[in-house]
């Protein structure tokens, strides 16, 4: 149960907290195009949760969880469409950390700045997509 509250239930309590102020903002920069200079909501996934790229199986309640918040996130895009507000799930690559391992071939820093410059370019088009850390879109 651990896995569901820290994956997906926390994300999306999160972003119902803070809706309220991320529809304030979207309000507020209506002259902004969409993106993040104007609202969004980010949630980090992982493309462990890729259905379709799925050939090792294993880590089964880390896969299953960060899945159903792909499932939320996408839902929220569609309900927020028309509000200026986009969201969109990141996989911030495979990355040398606790988690990731010596063999993980991102350094936390390659990661974030490919995060960064991705967070850049996301638009309206963007929304309740499934993008890498590189600006790829990533099957479901």
Known sequence: MSHLETNTVAPVMITQAFLPLVQKAATSNASEP????????????????????????????????????NMATKCISLDLKNTGITSVLLHPGWVKTDMGGEKAPLTTEDSVLNLVKTLRALTEDHNGKFISYNGDEIAW
Do not use: H
């Open 34 to 69: 969409i993106s993040i200079c104007r609202a969004a909501i980010i949630n980090v996934s992982t493309k462990m949760a890729s259905i379709s790229d799925n050939s090792s199986g294993g880590a089964f309640s880390y896969r299953v969880t960060k899945t159903a918040l």
